[in-house]
């Protein structure tokens, strides 16, 4: 029997769904573990498959891989069928051998994020130049990719910001508060561009209280309480074309903030703080660090051996 179809027809697959993405917290693994699950659903029924087993998901991982996707892309879809598995056998639906041969399905392996997906100092000041600021959408959005740019906040982080999470401390403005992934808190500084540019926004939106940024309507007025994450999202895109860096999503500004902090001088250890990692192999991920052969950092111990 397809255990698949039966576990639609015992539970439902919304139903089982649900178990999966109720077992995560971040808003962002939801709605890619959404994603990942349905277009897996939609795969399954295409033709006639042997079954919920470790056989019909290593296919799965190859048609992935046939479809040119990168090693992150299908490391988050397997994770998802790997989740699926486990709360179908949890709750009776898959035998526990089916689900255990589905966990030991090799995903792809980690190769980090390609350079394309950080800009050069010259890119992300063309990208925080893109937005008309003569008009109160484009001062929202160059406050937007500001913060972005220059706090390495989450797009999530941003919708959620409030003005209660700007304040001064040690004599300068942060963020501070800001519930991230995994629940952890942290504060982030504010560079002083990004507090004009947040100011310039709020100025001209007439806003002092609740969210920061707010939905903007065909009148160029602030209007609405709540921003969206997909509003996040989706804006980026017309100014990364019109700064010539098209493809550049919002969690790529995140990188770039932790690389122009490194170029800048910036501690390890402090950029680990700002973006919020629990671990320094995330942080060095961001960077893209890679081993300099030409300049090694050894050559500067200056000892000497006899000969």
Not at 34 to 41: R, S, T, V, Y
Not at 108 to 127: D, F, M, P, V, Y
Not at 270 to 297: F, K, M, N, W
Request: with cysteine; proline share 4%.
């Amino acid at each position: 029997m397809n255990e698949l179809i039966a576990i639609e027809k015992i539970a439902g697959w919304e139903k089982l769904k649900t178990l999966v993405l109720d077992s995560v917290s971040s808003p962002i693994t939801k709605r890619v573990y959404n994603m990942a699950l349905d277009e897996f659903l939609a795969w399954f029924k295409q033709t006639p498959r042997p079954g919920f087993t470790k056989a019909t998901v290593s296919v799965w991982r190859v048609s992935l891989e046939a479809r040119g996707l990168g090693s992150s892309s299908i490391i988050i879809r397997m994770s998802a069928i790997r989740k699926l598995a486990a709360e179908a056998a949890d709750n009776g639906l898959l035998a526990p051998e089916l689900a255990a041969g589905v966990a030991r399905v090799k995903s792809a392996k980690a190769q980090g994020i390609r350079t394309g997906n950080w800009l050069s100092l010259r890119q992300a000041q063309a990208l925080l130049s893109a937005p008309d600021t003569t008009t109160t959408k484009g001062l929202r959005d160059r406050a937007i990719i500001a913060v972005l740019l220059g706090c390495g906040l989450r797009r999530s982080e941003v919708a959620a910001l409030s003005f209660a999470h700007v304040q001064q401390r040690d004599g300068r403005w942060c963020i501070v508060d800001l519930i991230g992934k995994h629940g952890r808190i942290r504060t982030a500084p504010m560079p002083n561009w990004v507090k004009v540019a947040v100011d310039s926004w709020t100025s001209a939106g007439a806003l002092s209280a609740g969210r920061v940024f707010r939905p903007v309507n065909r009148a160029d007025r602030a209007s609405g309480e709540v921003l969206s994450e997909k509003v996040v999202w989706q804006l980026i895109k017309p100014y990364a074309e019109a700064a010539g860096v098209p493809g550049i999503a919002p969690h790529d500004l995140r990188r770039t903030c932790a690389k122009l902090c490194r170029a800048g001088g910036g501690e390890l250890e402090q950029i680990q703080l700002l973006l919020g990692h629990a671990s320094v192999q995330t942080t060095e991920r961001y960077l893209g660090t890679r081993q300099d052969l030409v300049h090694a950092p050894n050559d500067a111990i200056k000892l000497r051996v006899a000969v």
